[in-house]
């Protein structure tokens, strides 16, 4: 008996190994999904290699039922698959309804805990939502039928070959160890001068974001953001006191701190997938330009294996021009 | 060995009433974050969100011409080309022809539920067996759509450029979130209305039983079509609405001496409704030789307060100093209706202020 007929010839209601399999899954899927915890410090990728080996646990326990053609079915088996893609479409219309409701929350709960963030514009989404959304569409169908199979309709001992997928797990860990030592630091810049969001009395200002990230940010990312301004006098930053204060400037004006103008520091979904540190310096020097320098690490392995230095330096003369900014 | 049946008994907990707590939750948050500013876009919303309740209520047939295939087609088409122009809208970009084609796309989606008389989400036993099978295989068609379309798109604009990832942020940000709603929860109608054949005149019997529940439907549908376009009329013709108040604030000492400091607060609403507000909030002071800002007069602080269903352009965002030390504000703007773009207001809020404190004209 193949199984898909096994699958449509389930019978009992006895609690079985599949559901147990779909509870792990759905649990793997909320903490990808979840903005809590705000960060998984580096252990992404096991959550993403214990998605794999669900999703083919889950594909073999169901004999791959919702990727067979309808020309290897018989009716009731692909009355049984077009059924699952129906719940599997509802499925992941609550999902998706879920995951925008964990944003919401998360956000809410980040801005008390955590305090304003400075998110660019050309973030997008982070890698585990992606993850989250990719689990959600490939899988759907597939957990419906895992959930309708019933305990005697397992398989018992079947060919070990079908197991073979799970070569999938060390292909997709390879995978990503190859792209977070090879892959070229991908770099997104965006400057927006003048800032018509922010000015000061006798001052132009600008906002400088950067964010540099090891394979497309599933090996993590550092980031800039800087509200720089220029007086004609000096260029300096706003937000951050602890990176110089102009002189030509009274200095309580510079006193507190405004993340969501200027930060130096990584997004706590920056180190879902590595471990990221990150140090910035600043000076004013005697012509009043202003230079900021930004030094990272990216640990993606354990025992800072493979762990990827990235820097960048920003330089804005008194007058506003920008000289570097890379 | 026992057969289970493929349509069970309705459990209590089904991925509807998931999706609808769901959609109440966030609906919920919506509210909680839109309290402080309770305004007619909330009401019309939630309003809009009623009549789609009302109307699904109803029992619809297709009637004559969405029975053709042909026309059903030509229904998706239209549908499918609006979805896919949505993507490439950013927030900032939306415009008047986009507000229509939101418009269009909604009421082709009301006849996309009429041609297939909503069997995509009908509850089970309200169709028979050949429309379930027609309905779950139209979801796996529609699953391989979405599943094909938002994966492959997800996942290149993250992993291939920052330029690609940038405008995804975007589009999800303007027209692209509509193309989304549009795929999830319409792509399976769209697929029956494709697929299924021409309809045998009689077949399905008369058209739409005209019962008092359907004239209310159809009266709410009317209502919510209409309201956009009157409240768009009133922008130009409801007088605007100024509120003020002014308040000290603590004096510091300058090289001329001491200055006297106060709170600037007015606030213009444009329109009934749909409309817009703008205010002044800013701090001025003055001590004898000029009257200057303390803050709240730069060009960052001219954009509209709020604003709904209509775009508003500054015109004028200027702060002088006069010759004898008064200080002058002007902010100007233009408030043009997002539905009926010939219909517009102009506001202008001032504070003149002189050297001595007095204000000369606020707002």
Known sequence: ?326 | MTTRSLRPSRPLITIERVVAALIVLLIGFGLLAWFEIFDAGLIYVLFVLVTAFVVRSVEVEPGAWLGLRAVRRGLVLVIALITLDFLTIRAMDFNQVDIALLFLLILADVALGRATRRIASADEDRIDERQEALRNRAHRIAYAILAISVGLVLLIAEVATPGLRRWLAESLGGGGVVSFIQLLFFSPAMVIAWLEPDRIADEDGSRMHRNFRARIAYGMVTFAVVLPVLMSLLLAVAPSRVSAFTRPEPDFATSNGTAHCSYFDARTQAGIGFGATTRIAAVACWDGRSAFEEWGLNSSDCYPYRSEFVSTTTIECRRTMGSDGSLHFTYRTDVRSAILPFVSREVVMTLNLTKDGKVVQFP
């Open chain 1, 1 to 326: 008996m193949s199984a898909p007929q096994r699958v449509a010839n389930a019978t009992t209601t006895k609690p079985s190994t599949i559901r147990v399999c779909v509870f792990l899954l759905a649990l793997c899927w909320l903490v990808a999904a979840a903005q809590l915890p705000y960060s998984l410090q580096g252990t992404g990728i096991l959550i993403v290699l214990a998605l794999v080996a669900l999703d083919v646990v889950l594909g073999v326990m169901t004999g791959w039922l919702a990727f067979q053609p309808t020309s290897q079915l018989d009716e009731r088996q692909a009355a049984l698959r077009d059924r699952a893609y129906r719940i599997g479409f509802r499925l992941v219309g609550a999902g998706v309804l879920l995951l925008f409701a964990l944003y919401v929350i998360g956000s809410i709960l980040s801005a008390i805990v955590l305090g304003p963030q400075s998110q660019s514009p050309s973030d997008g989404f982070n890698p585990r939502t992606v993850v989250a959304i990719l689990e959600l569409l490939a899988i759907a169908p597939t957990v419906v039928i895992a959930w309708l199979l019933r305990s005697d309709s397992e398989p018992a001992n079947g060919p070990a070959t079908r197991w073979i997928p799970l070569m999938a797990v060390p292909i997709v860990a390879l995978a990503w160890i190859v792209a977070v030592l090879v892959a070229p630091v991908e770099t997104t810049v965006l400057t927006t001068v003048p800032d018509n969001s922010f000015t000061m009395s006798a001052a132009k200002c600008g906002h400088f974001g950067v964010v540099k990230r090891v394979a497309s940010g599933f090996g993590g990312a550092i980031r800039l953001e800087a509200e720089v301004c220029w007086n004609g006098q000096q260029a300096f930053t706003y937000g951050d006191p602890s990176l110089p204060r102009p002189s030509s400037l009274p200095a309580e004006e510079f006193a507190m701190a405004f993340p969501g103008l200027t930060s130096c520091a990584p997004l706590p979904t920056d180190s879902d997938f590595g471990n990221v540190v990150e140090h910035c310096t600043g000076q004013i020097d005697a012509d009043g330009t202003l230079h900021v320098g930004l030094r990272g690490r990216v640990s993606p392995l354990p025992g800072d294996f493979g762990a990827r230095d990235v820097q960048l330096r920003l330089i804005v003369t008194r007058d506003g021009k920008v000289v570097a900014f890379d």
